[in-house]
């Protein structure tokens, strides 16, 4: 998570206290490099709730208000367990830093999220959902149509609307490792966008994913199209068609975008 504009202007009036995760050791609510910053009656981000991050709210508000600080040098340990309330049984070490408006130049580089790159072409119902369920997730979200006047006017920050018409000519110029989302309005649409993706695919071996929203029956049509253009069955496989995780019933925008983002996110590893 980011800070929004509000916490930055927060921070150039008022001191806060920054929370690390430093390490971590065993099961644990929240990775290392997770953060939190604590003002003295507000909370941006979490490290994982829980017991031990209200003790860790505690010790930062009172640093606040004149406690002496843990040593920044030696972060503190709390071990995940009946002391805390808590049965995960794991320890995590958190570093406790004193912030201000001095700061915000290095927080600004430092506490950006590391954006993974999606290509969304399509921007129908679906695609406007999916949109809207990406959002709230650290990627950055290249959206393609060849259509005009498609895109929404409330767009999330990291969204970038693009017309391209042909719309798979938008291809070659998405960053490395995008995951590519395929649902445009036209199936011919589709099939053009799925064997650019390829092409690039057996060039670079740079998109790790390439799904395709449709049926079984629609993939057994384009494969049999594809394989006409010469592409193997080995380049065909990295295809993934129908999309989504399985298992989740429903066929409205919304429901099929949360399956999508899921599936998305099983492909980070």
Same mark, same amino acid.
């Given at each position: 998570m980011a800070l929004d504009d509000a916490a930055w202007g927060r921070l150039a009036l008022e001191d806060a206290v920054l929370v690390e995760v430093e390490r971590t050791q065993g099961s644990v609510p929240r990775e290392a490099g997770t953060w939190? @910053?604590?003002?003295?009656?507000?909370? /941006?981000?979490?490290? #994982? $709730? +829980? !017991?031990?991050?209200?003790?860790?709210?505690?010790?930062?508000?009172?640093?606040?208000?004149?406690?002496p600080?843990?040593?920044?040098?030696?972060?503190?340990?709390?071990?995940?367990?009946?002391?805390?309330?808590?049965?995960?049984?794991?320890?995590?070490?958190?570093?406790?830093?004193?912030?201000?408006?001095?700061?915000?130049?290095?927080?600004?580089?430092? @506490?950006?999220?590391?954006?993974?790159? /999606?290509?969304?072409? #399509? $921007? +129908? !119902?679906?695609?406007t959902a999916l949109a809207r369920v990406l959002s709230a997730l650290p990627c950055s979200l290249a959206w393609i149509d060849s259509r005009d006047g498609i895109f929404p006017t409330d767009l999330a920050a990291h969204t970038v609307c693009e017309h391209s018409d042909p719309v798979h000519q938008a291809v070659p110029s998405l960053a490395p490792g995008t995951r590519v989302v395929i649902m445009s309005f036209s199936h011919a649409e589709d099939l053009e966008v799925v064997a650019a993706c390829l092409a690039r695919q057996r060039q670079q071996g740079d998109l790790p994913y390439v799904g395709l929203i449709g049926s079984v029956t629609k993939w057994a049509t384009f494969r049999h199209r594809l394989q006409a253009?010469?592409?193997?069955?080995?380049?065909?496989?990295?295809?993934?068609?129908?999309?989504?995780?399985?298992?989740?019933?429903?066929?409205?925008?919304?429901?099929?975008?949360?399956?999508?983002?899921?599936?998305?996110?099983?492909?980070?590893?």
């Open positions: 939190m @910053l604590v003002f003295a009656e507000a909370l /941006v981000c979490t490290i #994982g $709730g +829980g !017991h031990l991050e209200y003790q860790a709210i505690a010790t930062a508000r009172a640093m606040l208000a004149g406690a600080s843990p040593d920044a040098a030696a972060p503190v340990r709390y071990a995940l367990g009946p002391s805390l309330g808590q049965c995960c049984g794991g320890v995590v070490h958190l570093r406790y830093t004193r912030v201000g408006v001095a700061d915000v130049p290095q927080l600004r580089t430092r @506490l950006a999220p590391r954006r993974w790159p /999606v290509a969304l072409f #399509g $921007g +129908g !119902h679906v695609g253009r010469g592409f193997t069955e080995a380049e065909l496989d990295h295809v993934t068609c129908p999309i989504g995780v399985p298992g989740i019933r429903g066929k409205e925008p919304e429901v099929i975008a949360v399956a999508i983002a899921a599936q998305l996110l099983q492909s980070l590893g």
